[in-house]
């Protein structure tokens, strides 16, 4: 019987830190959280680990701001990695990938009420229309943010845009022409219809981040932050020969102990 109660209580112990690594070691480097929708799954999602509420996020935010972090726009991490002003301490970006309408309508206002900062890597020919690069029997259509919301949003000083390529596509799959020109004219497009300079460059699936070839491209193309999808923070003060920016996934069902795990070790679960 002993035994047995020793087994169970090793295995739950076992269960546990597989799914909340907290014996990993304190991660040093910069910490980027990587979001995309703000909200509660429709039903027929099967991505719903890209979903965090309204409350989780707002909590999320809170708990930056109430363990001292200073939420960076994406120029002032430029600024920061061309040295002109020093990264603040506990620095932190928040980005979201894609530029769903929820960014607008729920992720915005927390962040302005808090007094927070975030960031949206756009996907330039889906604006004001639908996530078309996902099947819409595994991910439902949603609406895309318009060209208004995210001239608001922009405007308010509280999110900038950066770059999600023209159409969302896997970069390493294209011509090199193409996969060039979808960097280089999302950035063009992005700066005519919004003002101001795009520097940042987020690869979707993170596909081409670990390419030398197409990391030149996005440098070729203006880009002078570019970020990939791998789990995990980023030596400061960052050397982009040695890869882009890492960044942290926040699923929708992590809590409060996931998002402290993250930002000390650069990761919270095994699985
Ligand atoms: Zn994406």
């Avoid at 020093?86 to 894609?98: C, G, M, N, Q």
Wanted: hydrophobic share 40%.
């Amino acid at each position: 019987m002993i035994i047995l109660i020793f087994l169970v209580l090793f295995l739950t112990a076992a269960f546990l830190s597989a799914r909340w690594t907290w014996w990993r070691r304190q991660m040093p480097g910069l910490a980027v959280l990587c979001y995309h929708k703000i909200g509660t799954p429709p039903s027929g999602s099967k991505l719903k680990e890209l979903w965090v509420t309204p409350a989780k996020f707002r909590s999320q935010v809170k708990y930056l701001l109430d363990n001292g972090y200073k939420t960076l726009l994406f120029s002032e991490l430029d600024a920061a990695c061309k040295g002109t002003i020093s990264l603040p301490e506990k620095a932190v970006v928040i980005t979201f990938d894609d530029g769903y309408e929820n960014n607008y309508t729920q992720a915005w206002p927390i962040l302005r009420e808090l007094g927070a900062k975030g960031n949206i890597f756009v996907v330039f020919n889906t604006i004001g229309k639908v996530n078309i690069w996902h099947d819409p029997s595994s991910e439902p259509w949603i609406n895309m943010a318009t060209a208004e919301m995210l001239l608001e949003i922009k405007k308010s000083g509280v999110m900038e845009l950066g770059s999600h390529t023209m159409n969302h596509p896997r970069l390493e799959t294209l011509e090199p022409e193409n996969a060039a020109w979808e960097m280089r004219e999302s950035k063009r497009q992005l700066e005519a219809l919004f003002g101001g300079e795009i520097c940042a460059f987020a690869y979707p699936y993170g596909n081409g981040a670990s390419s030398p070839a197409l990391r030149d491209q996005a440098l070729a193309a203006g880009y002078s932050l570019d970020f990939s999808f791998t789990q995990g923070k980023t030596l400061w003060p960052w050397n982009r020969k040695h890869g882009p920016l890492d960044r942290l996934f926040i699923r929708g069902d992590e809590n409060i102990f996931d998002l402290e795990l993250h930002l000390s070790r650069g990761a919270s679960r095994l699985f």
